[in-house]
């Protein structure tokens, strides 16, 4: 552990954004009423100042972060035996179907039940695939390339050695991997669409909203509708099929949202009608799967995988089957 102050530099893509946002990002293992409280005790500073959460960011500012809120969160990882599925390996990367109601890797306040736990029991290499390794939060995610919320189910990559872990890094921040997603939406959609707006957390932990440029993170995504449901009561839902251009915490959850075609299932976005059908249909946690992803490797091959949807979202389009309208 370093006892430096971890530092960074306001880019010109991020001045004018608010402090405990931009703070946000690059500390995503912290909430933000965390931070707000690093803030308030100093041990995040402006140009060696105290700053309010509020105060906007500008190109060449110096934020100084104290090793001390890392101490704070320096979690060590244990060993778990958990069902899930593999879908290939190799000596680069490991791919799998993620069950849905674990999370990606530990946090502050989750030690246990996550694929982190799994991948030190199959493959304890792993956990030395670390960008890193000065930084507790990086090493809370050995080898991981990108993250499914909670109860999104679906097919992820995680790196098995720091020459791919980069590599797949580099790949998803220009948005050359492709990530395809099936979901069972509120509604009606349209046959297809684009959905492009600027995303960032609301003051309700957790949540995130469609903001101001300056506030957030551009998020995009294109859709297509598979099927067309409405049961004999009147309720309308969409099985659609969802591509990433950008990928955002919560991205297609919230920007389905805003259209008013929740997720059904989620309980954390959603209107009291989608409530309604979703208990009606006996949905326990949002019906979104990462469904298939592809992307060129470093050895010039191209690698396309696919994750079979999990059994309680089959079951429920095995019910709905009979309500589909053509």
Not at 129 to 134: E, G, H, Q, S, T
Not at 152 to 160: C, P
Not at 261 to 282: F, Q, T, V
Request: with cysteine; net charge positive; charged share 30%.
């Amino acid at each position: 552990m370093t006892d430096k102050p971890k530092q960074y530099i306001v880019d010109e893509k991020s001045a004018g954004k608010r402090l405990d946002v931009f703070l946000v990002s690059i500390l995503p293992n912290f909430s933000r009423s965390k931070i707000q409280d690093f803030l308030k005790n100093r041990l995040i500073t402006i140009n060696g100042k105290s700053m309010k959460s509020s105060y906007k960011i500008e190109k060449g500012d110096l934020l100084e972060i104290n090793p001390e809120i890392f101490n704070r969160n320096n979690l060590s990882i244990q060993p778990e035996n958990s069902k899930i599925e593999i879908i290939f390996e190799n000596d680069d990367f490991l791919v799998v179907n993620k069950p849905a109601g674990i999370i990606t890797h530990p946090t502050e306040k989750i030690r246990k039940n996550t694929l982190v736990n799994w991948l030190a029991n199959h493959d304890k290499k792993i956990l030395e695939v670390v960008i890193d390794k000065n930084n507790p939060v990086s090493k809370m995610r050995p080898g991981i390339v990108h993250r499914l919320d909670k109860d999104t189910s679906g097919v992820m990559i995680v790196a098995k050695n720091l020459r791919t872990m980069k590599y797949l890094s580099n790949e998803i921040k220009k948005h050359k991997i492709e990530k395809t997603y099936m979901a069972l939406c509120f509604g009606w959609l349209p046959k297809k669409g684009i959905l492009k707006n600027f995303l960032g957390r609301k003051k309700s932990q957790g949540k995130f909203s469609v903001v101001k440029k300056s506030e957030g993170r551009e998020a995009v995504l294109n859709f297509k509708s598979i099927k067309y449901f409405q049961l004999d009561s009147g309720e309308k839902m969409t099985l659609a099929e969802i591509k990433l251009v950008t990928g955002r915490t919560h991205q297609i959850r919230v920007q389905f949202a805003t259209t008013g075609n929740w997720i059904l299932g989620d309980k954390l976005y959603n209107s009291k009608e989608s409530k309604s059908l979703s208990k009606i249909l006996g949905i326990s946690r949002q019906l979104l799967q990462a469904k298939q992803i592809s992307f060129d490797f470093l050895t010039a091959k191209h690698f396309n995988f696919s994750a079979t949807l999990l059994e309680d979202f089959e079951n429920i389009l095995s019910e709905i089957e009979k309500f589909e309208v053509k």
